[in-house]
């Protein structure tokens, strides 16, 4: 499989298009982060483990980082297939679980004028690659080259200020993202109608429900000046309206010949918009081509039972891990339809916070929103503080066969989003003998529904 | 993933450089910028932030406050005014000559500008985190503006300084020399050694969080090592030798010189702080780059 994974990669990218079509370039593009052998955060974690290194003792801060079972696995293949020759041998370190390759050797060509998704499951490299893109952090070794200016777009209302005004905001935003004053200027009226804030433009923006401040900050972003976009799932965000909008925007925009490069978990808006896609694997590009085979590849990479998150030092709330569980509680990820599925969230909560929700959302491979639970619905009390685990059940006899994949969120409803893990693990519903059996195929909905049925 | 499988990889990229137009990018990205990397053209192309993060900072600063812009004078005149029963008063400090209250008021408001300066780009990693981790603009920008919005601070605060030294003046209490006309020189070279060594640490504070309280207590160590609430002149010997290592030192006392008309104005001791200010600006810029690459990665 890797010698044919190669094969691909060679077509599509460096041997199939001349230069003058090339907007992107990533030329053997490797990102590794260290593990453990980080900055602890203070000076005096630094020199107890300089003192215990003396010693000869292990590193008393060694498990920081959370080595995840995917990540731990690529750098050893990776030294032990002699493939690093790009890496900067100083930098290679020999007890390779110290290091992640978040990306290794990704070679690929986006071509003037197109949209290219990118795709891959949680860890797989694609925020990496995006960040690298934007300059966010540089490579460890290989290139990356572009053509034209490049806007990135990992967050909508970057560098907003609560306490200055709308307009104030449209100004300083758009100065973030590379735009002059006179460019903003003249774009000012349009910024403003494609917002829908016009009547709140003189108002601190600490005012604004987050939905509006949301919709100014796309606004800002889609009338920037630029040959590349970059775009990272801010479509996950805003109603429906919005959404229409944003996708109408993004399809307009490479109309006028200009290039997208869109990374999201939403398998049905990237069919609908991305001419070819790549997807990652393991910081590997696993496949490059046309949207439906990508979108068919990732589907069927079956994905792990269990997901464990990296940790985040600072925050109040974490999601640690999820775990997809069948009726005997043993983790699966493959159920027949008359099945419950039992989804085991793991979290860590420092201190109380009144009217904390954890939610679940799932999705259907297409994209479809099927439904959301909150844990309120259930079980009123507030939720349990320290290292914790709450279990959810998907009815059996309840979604039809197909892929879903689900989102974990934890919120104060309307006010502040805590953690989410979108597409955090997902599951299938394997056809045992439904009542739609016989339809394999063909589109039947997402959910069973035993409607009442009377002749008259 | 055998070696030959990789062959037509790099065969296909040497192409690229052979090729008989070989393609100019407009960006390459690469591992390591070049040492000596200095992104000016990149900065100009960015100067609207520059000036939109300076009104930014000042807006900010006093939206919601019922005083206002009255906060820039309470600071330095509620210092001057401690300063002065404490060292003046109590302590009987000389300040050679001058009014107690002016002569306090001077290096209180100079030495407020320096330490805002350093303070304030010390930290710009790790209170721009937010910002660095979503968005790409010439990092450079955000001391430059820190710089900026301190001195529309500090030209506020001079406005208070220059009332109170007009009251002195008209009383004949004070006699202004020609050396004031350094004046615009000694605080660019103040903001200079502010931002240099701020740039310094500001990029080991992304790794190690606990410098952050020595800056805080250091500049206030670093002020009475500093000829700021005395005068040089108090000052002896083998004291006064290493005294005027500080490169602070002569800005000081000139600024004093041509102000008050007490204070020592050398030459030398300006040549040695200019010196110093380009050399520790230099440093702050290559430290404040090579970090600037990655800090994300250890923040």
């Known amino acids: ?456 | 993933m055998t070696p030959s499988t990789t062959e037509p990889l790099i065969s296909s990229t040497g192409k690229l450089g052979t090729a008989s137009h070989p393609k100019v990018w407009d960006l390459t990205i690469e591992p390591q910028a070049g040492f000596l990397h200095l992104p000016l053209r990149e900065i100009w192309e960015y100067r609207d932030l520059l000036v939109l993060l300076v009104a930014r900072d000042i807006l900010a600063f006093y939206k919601q406050t019922i005083l206002g812009p009255i906060w820039f004078f309470l600071q330095p005149l509620l210092t001057t005014i401690v300063f002065y029963v404490v060292f003046s008063r109590i302590a009987g400090l000389s300040t050679d000559g001058v009014p107690a209250i002016l002569f306090y008021l001077t290096g209180v408001t100079f030495w407020g500008y320096f330490s805002e300066c350093f303070i304030k780009t010390s930290e710009t990693f790790v209170s721009n985190s937010q910002l660095f981790g979503k968005v790409y603009f010439p990092r450079l920008i955000v001391p430059l503006s820190i710089v900026a919005s301190s001195l529309v601070r500090f030209s506020i605060q001079l406005v208070l300084l220059f009332v109170v030294w007009a009251y002195f003046f008209s009383i004949s209490a004070v006699q202004p020399q020609w050396t004031i006309l350094w004046a615009p020189y000694l605080i660019s070279l103040m903001a200079a050694i502010g931002l240099g060594i701020g740039l310094l640490f500001s990029a080991t504070t992304t790794k190690y969080r606990d410098l952050r309280f020595l800056i805080q207590f250091g500049v206030q160590l670093l002020m009475y090592a500093t000829p700021v609430i005395y005068p040089l002149s108090m000052t002896s010997g083998k004291l006064r030798e290493w005294m005027s290592w500080n490169p602070l030192a002569p800005i000081f006392e000139t600024f004093r010189h041509g102000l008050l008309g007490a204070g020592m104005f050398s030459v030398s001791g300006l040549l040695w702080s200019s010196g110093f200010a380009i050399f520790v600006c230099g440093m702050g810029i290559l430290a404040y780059n090579r970090t600037e690459r990655t800090f994300i990665d250890t923040i």
């Not at chain 1, 930098?91 to 690929?108: C, G, I, K, N, T």
């Not at chain 1, 860590?348 to 999705?363: F, N, P, S, Y």
């Not at chain 1, 689900?406 to 979108?422: C, F, S, V």
């Open chain 1, 1 to 456: 499989m890797a010698s044919s994974l190669q094969q691909t990669v060679k077509n599509q990218s460096v041997g199939t298009h001349d230069d003058e079509s090339v907007a992107i370039r990533f030329d053997r593009v490797s990102k590794q982060y260290r593990l453990g052998q980080v900055g602890t955060g203070t000076l005096s974690h630094d020199l107890h483990r300089f003192w215990a290194k003396l010693a000869g003792r292990p590193d008393p801060f060694a498990s920081l980082g959370d080595v995840n079972d995917r990540t731990k696995a690529i750098p050893k293949k990776a030294l032990a297939s002699g493939r690093t020759k790009g890496l900067v041998e100083s930098q290679l370190h020999e007890d390779s679980s110290d290091y992640v390759l978040a990306l290794h050797d990704v070679s690929f060509d986006v071509n003037h004028g197109e949209i290219m998704g990118i795709i891959g499951r949680n860890g797989a490299g694609k925020s990496t690659l995006l960040k690298l893109l934007a300059r966010i952090t540089a490579p460890t070794s290989g290139r990356i080259h572009a053509m034209g200016k490049i806007a990135n777009l990992l967050e909508v209302g970057t560098g907003f200020h609560p306490e200055l005004t709308g307009r104030e905001n449209i100004y300083l935003n758009g100065a973030i993202l590379g735009m002059s004053r006179s460019d903003t200027s003249r774009q000012f009226d349009e910024i403003v109608e494609f917002s829908g804030c016009a009547k709140y433009i003189d108002t601190p923006i600490k005012r604004y429900s987050s939905g509006m401040t949301v919709r100014l900050g796309f606004a800002v972003a889609a009338h920037l000046k630029c040959d590349i976009l970059v775009i990272d799932e801010v479509l996950a965000v805003g109603d429906a309206d919005f959404q229409k909008k944003c996708i109408g925007r993004m399809q307009s925009v490479s109309q006028e010949g200009r290039t997208v490069l869109f990374v999201s978990h939403n398998m049905g808006a990237v069919a609908q918009l991305c001419d070819r896609c790549a997807l990652l694997e393991n910081g590997s590009l696993a496949f490059i081509g046309a949207t439906s085979t990508a979108v068919q590849r990732y589907l069927a990479t079956n994905g792990a039972s269990r997901v464990q998150f990296n940790r985040n030092a600072q925050s109040d709330f974490q999601f640690s891990d999820v775990a997809i569980h069948d009726v005997n509680d043993k983790p699966s990820n493959l159920f027949a339809y008359d099945e419950p599925v039992l989804i085991v969230i793991g979290y860590q909560l420092e201190h109380r916070i009144d009217g904390l929700e954890i939610a679940v959302r799932i999705h259907s491979s297409n994209g479809t929103l099927v439904f959301t639970t909150h844990r309120s619905h259930q079980i009123n009390d507030p939720v349990p503080t320290g290292q914790r685990t709450v279990a959810m059940t998907i009815p059996s006899n309840f979604l039809t066969p197909g892929d879903y994949t689900l989102d974990l969120g934890a919120h104060i409803p309307n006010q502040r989003m805590l953690d989410l893990k979108t597409a955090a693990i997902s599951f299938r519903i394997e056809e045992t003998g439904s009542a739609f059996a016989q339809f394999a195929g063909q589109e039947f909905g997402v959910v069973f529904c035993d409607c009442l049925w009377r002749d008259e």
